[in-house]
């Protein structure tokens, strides 16, 4: 009798096959993701050493978050300073790449090479780039650009309420083509989605007698509400891991001290890590409860 | 009252061009505050010593020679540092495009069981900083390369593997293009060729890869720029033993105090800023010629992530 062929169901078989086509990302994601994740919250609570063999590690406990909040002089600031950084930046260019996105989506000639500029930086921006870039500004201009952004009378008025806040809004406008280097991607998915809006829906406002203020508010910024949540996540997360921030000198610094700083990196990272993901998801709630209030009427 | 409606329609139609010329004007501006960096670049590189000090001089020079560029290019030791991040920055795209086709096929043509599962945690890997996951994995090469006895810190290999196994820079992204084009192929394609007995294998091959040639370049173009920017991971695992662009404009400083103080240590000849940006224009001309070529694809397989929609 000829062999048994074995019958197995769809839903095997597109177990089987899928699983196939996934395994190299799975075993990439375990290896090197999912399996570090883990082993930095571990390691942590660790002080290691770098011996011929291997890694010596011994569990000191909350040491090292003692040293990295008390003890450092350096990393509470520069974390201070990466928070003043991301959430006014982030901001910013989610605001302004929509505004951009509206206005490019409202002309036709001339788009394409407009976008095309506006892209550009996502092509050519790096660590190093931006490094020099920041870098050469401070040497002529800081000065300068501090006085005579303080001499503005609105500035003024603002610095007599809150220094830091002034001093944030004097960042912004000094960074100001930094930030928007930022806005590469975010006006391309802002454009992409407001062309996804049904037309007719315009026409039946318009109808109503709505002008074009009303249907911005009325009608496009709640349909794009969803894709304002994807750009928020997304600009936080390429703002948190792009290379040009302080702490991640100070991490980079103590991962190169093989001979004891791994430890103390693993600490400076986890609680960097943990603060963007903090603010990823509050970005997350923020949008989420909106959306469920919406439903309700 | 015919007459009235007819001026009314004029005057409306006088204000939409005047709001289209302030929305052209604003976004010309914008445009150049994007520039403005690139063109301070080139404005630079141009300069003379005398220019720079000079502070009449804003934009254009008034003597203006190529010795930054000639100064800058050596500095950065140009032609072994730009063949080598060629290679180096098209090896990681060519594993990360292979692997991200992999994983968007999967995700595209088979319902297996935990896909939602797996999808979230290929978005989650694009959200968890990079320095989280960098000390284990330093780590794990280190250890690795103990037990085996060659070295791997130094080398492309750790981050060939991760490419590989779709770990890379920004795969997430390069997945969900290939995803979202897979799903643009019509399912009846596949149905015919297994009617016909074609392995899974041979659909992936011979029906998702032979129509998706432009999509294959997009990722690598993405993949190929994205590496070659890439500077934390390549800084801790490669170091300084392949001398890419990037990093060695990175270290630019040093690298010219080296440079000046072998033999021409002259008073004019001390590091400023019209080198430093010569470099960096340097750094970033391979990827502007790319950009020129090729910015359809770049911002079309950005549409096509088809985050956007669903």
């Known amino acids: 009798m000829a062999k048994k062929k074995k019958l197995i169901t769809y839903q095997q078989r597109q177990n089987r096959h899928?699983?196939?086509?996934?395994?190299?990302?799975?075993?990439?994601?375990?290896?090197f993701t999912a399996f570090p994740f883990v082993a930095t919250i571990v390691l942590s609570f660790t002080e290691v050493r770098q011996t011929v063999l291997g890694f010596d590690i011994t569990f000191i406990g909350l040491d090292n978050y003692i040293m990295a909040f008390f003890e450092n002089v350096e990393f509470v600031p520069a974390m201070l300073a990466f928070l003043g950084m991301i959430i006014p930046y982030t901001f910013v260019i989610v605001i302004l790449s929509f505004i951009l996105a509206y206005l490019l989506n409202k002309i036709t000639f001339l788009r394409g090479f407009l976008r095309t500029i506006y892209f550009l930086p996502v092509i050519i921006m790096s660590g190093p780039v931006m490094y020099q870039l920041i870098d050469s500004r401070s040497y002529s201009e800081r000065v300068d650009s501090f006085l005579g952004f303080?001499?503005?009378?609105?500035?003024?008025?603002?610095?007599?309420?809150?220094?830091?806040?002034?001093?944030?809004?004097?960042?912004?406008?000094?960074?100001?083509?930094?930030?928007?280097?930022?806005?590469?991607?975010?006006?391309?998915?802002?454009?992409?989605?407001?062309?996804?809006?049904?037309?007719?829906?315009?026409?039946?406002?318009?109808?109503?007698?709505?002008?074009?203020?009303?249907?911005?508010?009325?009608?496009?910024?709640?349909?794009?509400?969803?894709?304002?949540?994807?750009?928020?996540?997304?600009?936080?997360?390429?703002?948190?891991?792009?290379?040009?921030?302080?702490?991640?000198?100070?991490?980079?610094?103590a991962t190169e001290n093989t001979s004891g700083g791994l430890g103390i990196a693993a600490t400076f990272s986890w609680i960097y890590s943990f603060v963007v993901l903090i603010i990823i998801g509050i970005a997350f709630l923020i949008f989420r409860n909106k959306e469920k209030v919406r439903r309700h009427y | 009252m015919m007459k009235d409606k007819f001026i009314r329609m004029i005057r409306a139609r006088k204000f939409q061009t005047f709001l289209k010329l302030c929305i052209y004007f604003v976004l010309v501006c914008v445009s150049f505050v994007y520039l403005e960096p690139i063109l301070k670049m080139i404005s630079m590189t141009f300069m003379s010593t005398k220019d720079v000090i000079d502070p009449s001089v804003d934009w254009l020079p008034k003597s203006p020679s190529f010795n930054n560029l000639k100064v800058a290019g050596t500095v950065l030791d140009l032609k072994k540092t730009?063949?080598?991040?060629?290679?180096?920055?098209?090896?990681?795209?060519?594993?990360?495009?292979?692997?991200?086709?992999?994983?968007?096929?999967?995700?595209?043509?088979?319902?297996?069981?935990?896909?939602?599962?797996?999808?979230?945690?290929?978005?989650?890997?694009?959200?968890?900083?990079?320095?989280l996951l960098m000390i284990p994995r330093l780590m794990l090469f280190i250890s690795t390369q103990n037990f085996l006895g060659f070295n791997l810190i130094g080398t492309p290999i750790p981050q060939i593997l991760m490419a590989l196994f779709g770990q890379g820079v920004n795969s997430t992204i390069l997945i969900l293009i290939f995803y979202n084009f897979f799903n643009l192929i019509p399912y009846s394609l596949d149905e015919a060729a297994m009617i016909d007995g074609a392995s899974p294998r041979q659909i992936f091959i011979q029906i998702a890869m032979r129509l998706s040639a432009s999509?294959?370049?997009?990722?690598?173009?993405?993949?190929?720029?994205?590496?070659?920017?890439?500077?934390?991971?390549?800084?801790?695992?490669?170091?300084?033993?392949?001398?890419?662009?990037?990093?060695?404009?990175?270290?630019?400083?040093?690298?010219?105090?080296?440079?000046?103080?072998?033999?021409r240590g002259s008073a004019q000849f001390r590091l400023?800023?019209?080198?430093?940006?010569?470099?960096?224009?340097?750094?970033?001309?391979?990827?502007?010629?790319?950009?020129?070529?090729?910015?359809?694809?770049?911002?079309?397989?950005?549409?096509n992530t088809g985050i956007t929609g669903e």
Request: cysteine-free.
């Open chain 1, 18 to 31: 899928g699983y196939r086509f996934m395994l190299p990302w799975i075993i990439g994601f375990l290896i």
């Open chain 2, 82 to 131: 730009l063949v080598n991040s060629i290679w180096f920055s098209a090896l990681l795209a060519i594993a990360q495009t292979i692997v991200s086709a992999l994983t968007g096929f999967a995700l595209s043509r088979y319902n297996f069981k935990f896909k939602k599962f797996w999808i979230i945690m290929i978005i989650l890997a694009f959200i968890i900083p990079v320095p």
């Open chain 2, 215 to 263: 999509t294959v370049l997009v990722v690598f173009l993405f993949s190929f720029v994205w590496n070659w920017n890439e500077t934390y991971v390549t800084g801790t695992l490669v170091r300084n033993s392949i001398e890419l662009l990037p990093a060695k404009l990175n270290m630019f400083d040093s690298a010219f105090q080296t440079y000046a103080s072998a033999g």
């Open chain 2, 272 to 303: 400023n800023e019209a080198y430093k940006m010569s470099a960096t224009l340097i750094s970033i001309t391979p990827l502007l010629i790319l950009y020129s070529f090729v910015q359809k694809h770049f911002i079309q397989g950005i549409e």
């Open chain 1, 150 to 253: 303080s001499n503005i009378f609105i500035l003024q008025m603002v610095a007599s309420y809150s220094k830091s806040f002034a001093r944030i809004l004097i960042g912004i406008f000094e960074e100001l083509s930094i930030i928007l280097w930022f806005t590469g991607i975010p006006i391309i998915l802002f454009i992409n989605g407001l062309q996804k809006i049904n037309p007719s829906l315009y026409e039946a406002a318009q109808i109503d007698s709505a002008n074009s203020w009303q249907i911005l508010w009325k009608i496009t910024i709640p349909i794009i509400k969803p894709l304002v949540l994807v750009v928020t996540i997304f600009t936080i997360a390429n703002l948190g891991t792009f290379s040009i921030n302080p702490v991640y000198d100070l991490i980079k610094k």
